[in-house]
């Protein structure tokens, strides 16, 4: 794991999200892993910038990875989970009633998979 910024994200690092992007932070900070499959476990929608930093902020995000992520206007943040394989990977998102799961380097960078 790496961390990709020295500082925790803000309001204004959100709002620079374009549609279909989105970012891992692990207190409060953007992280990058080497390697495994990222997992949403439990989320939440939010309309604006403002309501994801103020989610942030609040006990239920300050342990752990959150998943931001910004699609057709709206911000989806979900606690998450990361795993070595991807099968382990799917069989959790599909029991979580997740859309996709996020693969990471070497091969899977930036690779999105659809649960189905």
Do not use: F
Not at 47 to 54: D, I, Q
Not at 56 to 84: E, F, M, Q, T
């Amino acid at each position: 794991m790496k961390y990709i910024t020295g500082h925790r994200v803000n309001v204004r690092t959100i709002r620079k999200l374009s549609d279909n992007d989105g970012m891992t932070l692990r207190n409060g900070k953007i992280i990058q892993y080497k390697t495994g499959w990222q997992v949403g476990i439990h989320g939440v929608e939010c309309k604006t910038a403002e309501e994801v930093s103020k989610l942030l902020h609040s006990p239920i995000c300050r342990k752990g990875n959150i998943g931001i992520w910004l699609s057709n206007g709206i911000y989806y943040v979900d606690i998450s989970k990361r795993v070595a394989t991807k099968s382990k990977a799917l069989e959790m998102g599909e029991m979580m009633n997740q859309q996709s799961i996020y693969g990471w380097a070497p091969r899977k960078k930036g690779q999105l998979v659809w649960c189905e």
